[in-house]
C-alpha cells in the first residue's frame, strides 16, 4: 500500500509491506464551500450572536485586525478583502493589521507579503507583537486562575478588535481560533509562560479536542474577553485550504460553532493502538520547523503503543528554529530524561518551554524518528532520530515488531486528531 504524505507543497509517498495490517486515518473530507469570498462576506453580515460588523465600527473608530503568522495556514486573500469590504466607511489610517506572533519570532517582510498580500502591506499599518518588551504591554485584568493578563498596548487603543484564524484541533488548547488571537497572539511572555505552564500542560483535559474544562482554553478566552469589544472571523479548512465554513460574530458562540464543525471532520476513533505511527506535520506552512513539528507527534502519540515507534515527515525548511528557547533547550542536555528534568528547574527562567515539555513526554514513550530537509546532525541535535529513507525503515520496523506489527498512517498530521475508544 502505497500512501502520500503531506510535506511542504507536495507529497511524500510511503510504502507500506502488503501482508501488514495497516490503517490510514484521514479527516473527513468537507468539500470547500462554493464562492469562498461571497461565504465570508455573508458571515460578516449576518454573524452569530452580534450586530453586522459594518454596524459594529463608525466612522471616527479604529479598528484592529489581529492575524496569524506563515505558521498557520489561514487564507487572508480570501478574508481581508471581506473585511475591507464591511468596513469601507473606515479610512485606511484608522485600520490597523497586528501579527498575533505570540513568542514566535516576527514575520519576515517576505512572509507578510505572502500572508497578506502587496496592496494591503503597502496600504496598512502593520504591527507584530514583541512577547518580550514589557513597555508595549499593558496590563487588563486577572483571571479566575490568577494570571495577570498583558496585552499589547497598541492593539488596546482601538475601538474594536477583530480576531481572525482558522479553527483545528490543537495539542493542548484543545482548538485554535478564538481568543488564542489575543492571547497568546498578542500577549506578554509572563502571561504566555503562566498560561502554557507544565501545572495546566499536565491537566487532563489540556488536550486535542478539548475545550470546556480545559484551563488553558478556559483562561484565554477570558483574557480575550478582557479586550472587549471583539468580533470573531474564524474559518474551518479542509486538507487543499479551501474554506469549508465560516464563523463570525461574538467570540464564544461563534466559536463554539466552528468548534463543533471541526470536531466533526478531525476526530476519529480506533478501537486499539499501533506498533507504528506515520505522521506527517500537515504539510506548509505548518511543518516549518521541529518546534511546530512537535504537533504532528503529538497526534500521533495518542494511538501508539507505550514503546512504540513514531515517524513525523516534516520538512523543517526554516530549521530548529535556531536561537529560540526550544533549541537552547534541547541543545542543554544529553537525553531525554535530563531534558525533562531541565524544563521543569527552568520553566521560570525561559520564555518558551511547552512545546519541549510535550516533546519530552512524547519520547518518554515512543521512539521518535523525523524524515526532513535537516542533516542528521541537527536532528540528532534535537533528540529526535533522522531518517533518510522512510520505506527502509518501515521494513525493518516490521521486522522488529514481528508478524502482528500495527501501522496507522496519519496523512494530514495534527489535521487528523486520533483517539482510543
Known amino acids: 500500500m502505497k500512501v502520500g504524505l503531506a510535506y511542504g507543497k507536495k507529497r511524500q509517498v510511503v510504502e507500506i509491506p502488503g501482508h501488514v495490517h495497516a490503517q490510514v486515518v484521514e479527516p473527513r473530507y468537507t468539500e470547500g464551500v462554493p464562492n469562498q469570498i461571497q461565504a465570508v462576506m455573508d458571515a460578516l453580515t449576518n454573524p452569530i450572536g452580534h450586530k453586522p460588523l459594518s454596524s459594529a465600527v463608525k466612522r471616527g473608530q479604529k479598528v484592529a485586525i489581529i492575524f496569524s503568522d506563515i505558521t498557520r495556514a489561514t487564507p487572508y486573500q480570501i478574508l481581508v478583502p471581506a473585511l475591507l469590504d464591511s468596513l469601507s466607511h473606515i479610512p485606511d489610517h484608522d485600520i490597523t493589521f497586528f501579527c498575533a506572533t505570540g513568542t514566535h519570532r516576527d514575520a519576515t517582510p517576505e512572509e507578510l507579503l505572502t500572508i497578506l498580500g502587496k496592496e494591503v502591506t503597502e496600504r496598512f499599518r502593520i504591527v507584530q507583537n514583541q512577547a518580550t518588551l514589557a513597555s508595549t504591554h499593558q496590563y487588563v485584568g486577572t483571571t479566575a486562575s490568577g494570571n495577570r493578563i498583558l496585552l ?51 491537566h487532563p483535559k489540556a488536550r ?60 476519529v476513533g480506533l478501537d486499539k493502538a499501533f ?30 503503543k507505550q514503546g512504540g515507534t513514531i515517524i513525523l515527515a516534516a520538512e523543517c525548511w526554516d530549521g530548529i528554529p535556531a536561537g529560540s528557547d526550544y533549541e537552547t533547550s534541547l541543545s542543554s542536555v544529553d ?45 540528532l541535535s534535537t533528540h529526535l532520530k533522522p531518517v533518510e529513507n522512510m520505506n527502509q525503515l518501515i521494513l525493518e520496523l516490521v521486522e522488529k515488531y514481528g508478524p502482528t506489527t500495527r501501522i496507522c498512517i496519519l496523512p494530514e498530521g495534527p489535521h487528523t486528531i486520533p483517539y482510543l475508544k
Open 152 to 202: 499589547n498596548k497598541e492593539v488596546l487603543e482601538h475601538d474594536l478588535r477583530i480576531l481572525t484564524g482558522f479553527i483545528e484541533p490543537h495539542f493542548f488548547a484543545g482548538f485554535s481560533g478564538g481568543g488564542k488571537a489575543l492571547m497568546p497572539g498578542m500577549a506578554h511572555v509572563d502571561s504566555i509562560r503562566y498560561n502554557h505552564s507544565i501545572r495546566n500542560l499536565d
Open 208 to 267: 486535542w479536542g478539548y475545550t470546556h474544562g480545559n484551563p488553558l482554553w478556559e483562561e484565554l478566552m477570558e483574557a480575550a474577553e478582557f479586550a472587549a469589544p471583539v468580533f470573531l472571523l474564524n474559518i474551518t479548512l479542509n486538507r487543499d485550504k479551501e474554506i469549508t465554513g465560516v464563523f463570525a460574530g461574538d467570540l464564544r458562540k461563534a466559536h463554539q460553532q466552528g468548534c463543533a464543525r471541526a470536531k466533526e471532520t478531525a476526530m
Open 275 to 304: 506498533d507504528v505511527v506515520i505522521s506527517s506535520n500537515a504539510g506548509y506552512p505548518l511543518d516549518l520547523n521541529v518546534y511546530q513539528s512537535v504537533k504532528g507527534m503529538s497526534a500521533a502519540e495518542r494511538v501508539v
Open 335 to 379: 537525553s531525554v530524561p535530563e531534558l525533562m528534568e531541565f524544563i521543569k528547574k527552568h520553566e521560570p527562567d525561559l520564555k518558551d518551554t511547552w512545546q519541549v515539555y510535550l516533546q519530552a513526554m512524547i519520547q518518554m514513550k515512543a521512539e521518535v524518528y523525523l524524515y526532513s530537509s535537516l542533516d542528521p546532525e541537527t536532528v
